[in-house]
């Protein structure tokens, strides 16, 4: 287990507790093994704790959905899956932010690992209000997690298919986003390289972020 996280122990489990999430916080974190911890042993834990998890889950839920992932997320939601993992919606138990948590297997990944360096590297530089930030990076020995910025309001492409067109207001201030983050993107020296629908994002205010830079180029 690395020096810098602190380990907390629960019914005779370890249990790795991350900080707090913030829109600021760049973080590389590895552990060499991070369990899940289930339902039943959040049971056996501290009650501010299980306040937390009620405050953020309502009173009916499934078990299979209460797994907390790290000691500090619990597993809302499965979001969609790619070639080389999942993408959960997670909730931070102290704050109660929600989460979205990309988990890839380092089997399936094989020699695209580089493709998550790339993107963990880039998201660590480029902070843009239209690009969906990285909050935190857990590496254990099986999988590389990415918790990043939650978008609520889907994909671009599927809002497309949706309405079948947008609006001339819709389609300025998109556009005027667009511009200005790909602006930013390039005077930082990076090019995005996967620029597509499926790949812009909508916030809470329906405002667009940029996701996806395992493509990415640094070109300085």
Not at 24 to 39: F, G, Q, S
Not at 81 to 98: C, D, I
Not at 110 to 137: M, P, T
Request: aromatic residues 6%.
């Amino acid at each position: 287990m690395t020096d810098c996280l602190p380990v907390h122990h629960y019914n005779h489990k370890t249990i790795v507790k991350l900080p707090v999430p913030s829109s600021t916080e760049r973080l590389h974190l590895t552990a060499t093994d991070i369990p899940v911890v289930t339902y039943d042993t959040l049971l056996a834990m501290s009650s501010p704790l299980m306040t937390a998890i009620n405050h953020t889950m309502g009173t009916t839920r499934d078990k299979e959905d209460l797994d907390v992932h790290h000691g500090y997320y619990v597993h809302n939601t499965h979001l969609g899956e790619g070639g080389f993992g999942k993408v959960f919606l997670a909730t931070h138990l102290m704050t109660s932010q929600k989460v979205a948590i990309k988990r890839m297997n380092k089997k399936k990944l094989g020699s695209d690992i580089h493709r998550v360096k790339i993107e963990i590297n880039a998201l660590k530089v480029l902070n843009h209000k239209n690009i969906a930030q990285l909050l935190q990076v857990v590496e254990n020995r099986d999988n590389i997690y990415l918790v990043l910025e939650y978008c609520s309001d889907g994909e671009l492409f599927d809002y497309l298919v949706q309405k079948r067109r947008l609006t001339e207001e819709e389609t300025k201030v998109i556009f005027r986003d667009l511009a200005d983050v790909l602006n930013y993107i390039h005077t930082s020296g990076f090019a995005h390289r996967d620029l597509k629908p499926e790949n812009i994002l909508f916030d809470k205010n329906h405002r667009i972020k940029l996701i996806d830079f395992g493509l990415a180029a640094h070109c300085r």
